[in-house]
């Protein structure tokens, strides 16, 4: 075992806490097994109405959790998982916080593997990302498929948008003065906000540490957030999120002109199109098209120039962009219909 504490390096593992009274000790147990020792958990407890924090206690116990290693923050009313991490990032004086949902676990080395790489750098990292594998049935999110173990805030972006890199919050060695710094906190009150807390993340990252090797087990709960069958929900937070992810875009100056960016954000309300064909919600198709027509977005002429010498691309983007040349009506019929001819 390689012993990392004289790195002098604190982690904060910041752990919300709702409902999770039947996974809770898988999650802390591979905490408590960690390789590398200078981490304290956070953890956060959302008024979770089940025996979860009984469940803490006993693990604390079990696991013999040092009483200086762990830290309880009781919420005054339940605020929901974003609210949960911003308490957790505000009550850090560490110089990195690490996100981990309860009902997931870590492998033993993860701290080891994401610290390792953080403090091998010559340069103080944003954040670092390891790998992920699904326990259950596999979602058809990506996985870390880039080469190099340090990326440029430009490489970093390109492979976030190519989808090299998941979207999750989770699993990321975040430095807290990066998220102090630049104001990037979770959204409190929105389902689906770790997409909107990646895509603001990379206005603002220079260097980010990559870690190939799975280091999270994410479980697949039947009545998770990703497999839950309340579309109209869902639908109206990915709505806001595709919204704000255009204004962000052409707000900044970093992003605006970034293909790869302009890309990934129309492909988001492809996707969330999608999403309504398949579930057969099409009756919401012209609320999302309110969305695409009413934010910033590129005609199609601008964004075939934007790509360049790239063929197969243009071509895409020419099918899947034509509606923004025509009226609103005859877009939204063009855009209903792209399942179809994309």
């Known amino acids: 075992m390689i012993n990392l504490a004289f790195y002098g390096m604190k982690v904060s593992v910041i752990i919300p806490i709702y409902k999770v009274q039947k996974y809770l000790e898988d999650c802390l147990a591979s905490v408590a097994a960690q390789t590398f020792q200078d981490y304290e958990i956070i953890a956060v407890n959302d008024c979770t109405p089940d025996f979860s924090m009984e469940v ?21 009313k339940n605020r929901g998982l974003s609210a949960a991490r911003n308490t957790g990032i505000r009550s850090s004086n560490a110089e990195y916080v690490y996100f981990l949902d309860s009902d997931d676990t870590i492998t033993a080395d993860c ?32 996985h870390v498929a880039v080469n190099g173990q340090i990326l440029s805030g430009r490489a970093y972006v390109k492979a976030y948008c190519k989808e090299q890199i998941y979207p999750m919050a989770w699993n990321r060695l975040v430095c807290r003065k990066f998220i102090v710094r630049n104001n990037l906190y979770f959204e409190e009150g929105l389902i689906h906000e770790d997409t909107l807390w990646n895509f603001q993340v990379l206005q603002y990252v220079k260097r980010v540490g990559i870690v190939k090797d799975v280091t999270y087990n994410y479980l697949v709960r039947a009545n998770s957030i990703q497999s839950s069958r309340d579309f109209e929900k869902h639908f109206k937070a990915n709505s806001y999120i595709v919204g704000r992810l255009a204004e962000i875009m052409f707000g900044s100056t970093k992003l605006r002109f970034n293909k790869y960016v302009y890309n990934f954000v129309e492909q988001e309300k492809l996707r969330h199109l999608y999403d309504c064909w398949r579930s057969d919600n099409m009756q919401l198709v012209s609320e999302l098209y309110k969305v695409c027509r009413t934010k910033p977005h590129y005609n ?22 034509a509606h923004y040349r025509l009226s609103f009506d005859e877009g939204l019929k063009e855009f209903s219909n792209l399942p179809n001819t994309l």
Do not use: Q
Not at 62 to 75: E, L, Q
């Open 56 to 76: 803490l206690d006993a693990c604390v116990e079990k696991y013999h959790i040092p009483a200086d290693r762990i830290r309880v923050i009781k919420h005054d």
């Open 111 to 142: 701290l080891e593997k994401l610290v390792g790489v953080a403090k091998r750098s010559r340069h103080r990292l944003d954040m670092v990302v390891g790998n992920y594998a699904f326990v259950g049935p596999e979602l058809g999110c990506p």
């Open 300 to 321: 199609p002429l601008t964004a075939r120039i934007l790509f360049g010498w790239n063929k197969e691309l243009r071509e895409r983007i020419k099918k899947r962009d």
